[in-house]
């Protein structure tokens, strides 16, 4: 079985390679970090199998689907949550689900070797509409008063516990949610949100350094925060900033 591997962010495209290449009978054709890329090597090495990113910059996995040959068949990586994923088990299509482990992978291609026929492509194409809608971040809310006030969360930098409360900065006032910090994590993580103590999380595109002080590290938010990593979520934080082993 020949695969090839498209995915923008090169250290899940080199985990995935290095997966399959401990697979028996498969054969990785080529990686592309882009659809122009991935249809060029798709018409050059005819491969089986795409194991294809559903978001990337410039053209979507979705776009690139829609101009695939109908006998490429695909698996699609994915970070959505629960229900789109279930959606994905109701149709003809296969997914894989970031972080991708190897027991999953090796399925995913099972199954693909077991289909008779190609995948519906219209179906494909009509569920991906679906699920691709959801481009925005689910938002966040907190009464102020008699207002009830709307966030963007990728406009906030930290989340913390709080008396009880959830507790975040905003446009230099403060505010109180209900929501507690691990149902914001489930909500946020896709959206680059990560734990870094069980009464912390924090927007990792805010994160600025990481300091280590005496036996502890804290991390340096983009607006001055400084928050602490407790051991029990250190390599976890680090995997999540790309920075594991560092």
């Known amino acids: 079985m020949n695969v090839l591997v498209v995915d923008d962010e090169p250290v899940a495209r080199r985990r995935l390679v290095r997966m399959l290449k401990t697979m028996d009978g498969v054969t990785v054709v080529g990686e592309a970090a882009d659809g122009d890329s991935a249809l060029a090597q798709v018409f050059e090495s005819d491969p089986d199998v795409l194991l294809l990113d559903i978001r990337m910059p410039g053209e979507t996995g979705l776009e690139l689907a829609s101009r695939l040959p109908e006998n490429a068949h ?13 959606a994905f088990d109701a149709s003809a299509v296969d997914y ?9 992978l090796a399925a995913a291609l099972e199954k693909v070797r077991r289909l008779q026929v190609p995948q519906d492509r219209k179906s494909l194409e009509e569920l991906l509409r679906q699920v691709a809608r959801r481009d925005e971040p689910p938002r966040v809310t907190a009464r102020s008063g008699e207002t009830l006030r709307v966030f963007d969360p990728r406009e906030i930098v930290r989340f913390h516990a709080e008396g009880g409360y959830t507790a975040f ?15 914001l994590e489930g909500m946020l993580r896709e959206w680059g949100f990560a734990r ?4 912390e999380l924090v927007n990792l595109n805010s994160v600025r350094a990481l300091h280590r002080e005496d036996d502890s590290v804290v991390v340096e938010l983009s607006d001055g925060q400084r928050v602490p990593v407790s051991r029990r979520y250190l390599l976890a934080f680090k995997k999540a900033l790309g920075i594991a082993g560092k």
């Open 74 to 86: 695909v698996i699609f990586v994915t970070a959505y949550e629960e229900y789109a994923v279930q």
């Open 96 to 104: 894989l689900l970031k972080p991708v482990e190897v027991g999953r």
């Open 169 to 183: 900065r905003h446009g230099g006032r403060n505010y109180l949610l209900n929501d507690t910090i691990a149902a």
């Open 196 to 199: 870094t103590h069980r009464s």
